[in-house]
T-cell receptor, first 114, second 116 residues
Framework: DTGVSQDPRHKITKRGQNVTFRCDPI?????LYWYRQTLGQGPEFLTY????????KSRLLSDRFSAERPKGSFSTLEIQRTEQGDSAMYLC????????????FGPGTRLTVL | QQPVQSPQAVILREGEDAVINCSSS?????VHWYRQKHGEAPVFLMI?????EQKGHEKISASFNEKKQQSSLYLTASQLSYSGTYFC?????????????????FGQGTILTVHP
């Protein structure tokens, strides 16, 4: 257990529905990353927060994806109008202030879009 | 740009050694190694920094060749628990505080299977 939690752990939805995932990072960490991982691939960067500020978003990320981190604590990732290609594991990683601090991954949310 | 890992898969017997490589075409600031078991989150193994600093588990060793932008993970006297997929994550040599601060690009993974 890394101290990072994600909810839900599994989500099955129908194409076209909206889904929201939550990540609770390690409390003293001010940086939070979201990644997406498909079968047989490494995690792919989606977006990054430092405290409540979203500092970078992947150019590959559709405008159907949005993320927030109100008050610099937990973060949510929302996918609107889901498509079958959105099926993947969504991981968040919690990191301290230092550039070389370890990224601690949560257990992930596995999304299946039918 | 995604780093390239080799080999794609390794099969070992307990006690044997293995080396996993990670290469980038871009100048790197750091290389991070993770192990992931099926259905679980990646688990941190080691960070190697430009300049030679390393942070990680005592039982894991790795190297970072800055000239070649290559890193290697050395798994010695393998145990059954070493089985899993190993990923390297690379951070480009952007200035600290820039938008690429701490952002990792992961390779496609190396599947390691250790048999009794």
């Amino acid at each position: 257990d890394t101290g990072v939690s994600q909810d839900p752990r599994h989500k099955i939805t129908k194409r076209g529905q909206n889904v929201t995932f939550r990540c609770d990072p390690i409390s003293e960490h001010n940086r939070l990353y979201w990644y997406r991982q498909t079968l047989g691939q490494g995690p792919e960067f989606l977006t990054y927060f430092q405290n409540e500020a979203q500092l970078e978003k992947s150019r590959l990320l559709s405008d159907r994806f949005s993320a927030e981190r109100p008050k610099g604590s937990f973060s949510t990732l929302e996918i609107q109008r889901t498509e079958q290609g959105d099926s993947a594991m969504y991981l968040c990683a919690s990191v301290g202030e230092g550039r070389t601090d370890t990224q601690y991954f949560g257990p992930g949310t596995r999304l299946t879009v039918l | 740009q995604q780093p390239v890992q080799s080999p794609q898969a390794v099969i070992l017997r307990e006690g044997e050694d293995a080396v996993i490589n990670c290469s980038s075409s871009k100048a790197l600031y750091s290389v991070h190694w993770y192990r992931q078991k099926h259905g679980e989150a990646p688990v941190f193994l080691m960070i190697l920094l430009k300049g030679g600093e390393q942070k990680g588990h005592e039982k894991i060793s790795a190297s970072f060749n800055e000239k070649k932008q290559q890193s290697s993970l050395y798994l010695t006297a393998s145990q059954l628990s070493y089985s899993g997929t190993y990923f390297c994550g690379t951070e480009m040599g952007a200035n600290a505080g820039g938008t690429s601060y701490g952002k990792l690009t992961f390779g496609q993974g190396t599947i390691l299977t250790v048999h009794p």
